[in-house]
């Protein structure tokens, strides 16, 4: 069964607008975290915010927050004023459990985020 | 604060043939991860490591596959007698692990900007 599903293979954006990418998860362990990373062009995926399934309020980080919905198993992306910089691939990740020896991410297939004039 | 840093950036080869990838980890992280990407899809787990220790390692990889960190410091994936469907991007992440860390900076990995393996 897949854990991270990511419906949206590709989304459009005009600049200085608001976009949302979502994330649903699936996991049975009630200790867990989400990532979002961002995968531009040339390969790298960089880190852009975490929530752990504790949490009590969602994430923040700059022009990025995160939607969760515990109840719901979504983790949504939120990017406010978009920049044509925040063109990329972007891809919804879990860890479980929170801590503890088990390390891997799991990913999700991705949104591919054009943002236009 | 160097990231991670991966080489070769690119790599083209012919099937049979062996590869060597290398990765250097952020300086003070003491857990070096392993990925695979192909297209259209998001990475997968290979196996990581806990300073010089391998943790775990997924089915996805085979016995032609071995990794190592002999030092704790930085690691190298040889892939042995390769094959078309080895062709992917590498990707190799870093993270700081300590006992009840918590929260982005002791679970976020930070990822080099890979390895493209094409065989031909």
């Known amino acids: 069964a897949q854990k991270i599903t990511q419906t949206q293979p590709g989304m459009f954006v005009q600049e200085k607008e608001a976009v949302t990418l979502d994330c649903t998860y699936d996991?049975?362990?009630?200790?867990?975290?989400l990532f979002w990373y961002k995968q531009p062009s040339s390969g790298e995926m960089i880190f852009l915010i975490y929530q752990g399934s504790y949490d009590q309020q969602n994430a923040t980080e700059g022009r990025y927050s995160l939607n969760f919905q515990k109840a719901r198993k979504s983790a949504n992306l939120v990017i406010s004023a978009s920049q044509l910089g925040d063109s990329a691939m972007y891809f919804c990740?879990?860890?479980?459990?929170?801590?503890?020896?088990?390390?891997?991410?799991?990913f999700g297939t991705g949104t591919r985020l054009q943002v236009t004039l | 604060d160097t990231g991670v840093s991966q080489d070769p950036r690119h790599k083209i080869t012919k099937r049979g043939q062996n590869v060597t990838f290398r990765c250097d980890p952020i300086?003070?992280?003491?857990?070096l991860y392993w990925y695979r990407q192909t297209l259209g899809q998001g990475p997968e787990f290979l196996t990581y490591f806990q300073n010089e220790a391998q943790l775990e390692k997924s089915r996805l990889l085979s016995d032609r596959f071995s990794a190592e960190r002999p030092k704790g410091s930085f690691s190298t994936l040889e892939i042995q007698r390769t094959e078309q469907g080895d062709s992917a991007m590498y990707l190799c992440?870093?993270?700081?692990?300590?006992?009840?860390?918590?929260?982005?900076?002791?679970?976020?990995?930070?990822f080099g900007p890979g390895t493209r393996l094409l065989v031909l």
């Open positions: 996991t049975s362990d009630p200790s867990y975290g």
């Open positions: 992440a870093s993270s700081l692990y300590s006992l009840g860390s918590g929260g982005p900076e002791g679970l976020a990995q930070y």
């Open positions: 300086s003070e992280h003491n857990r």
């Open positions: 990740a879990m860890r479980e459990p929170y801590t503890g020896t088990a390390s891997k991410l799991t």
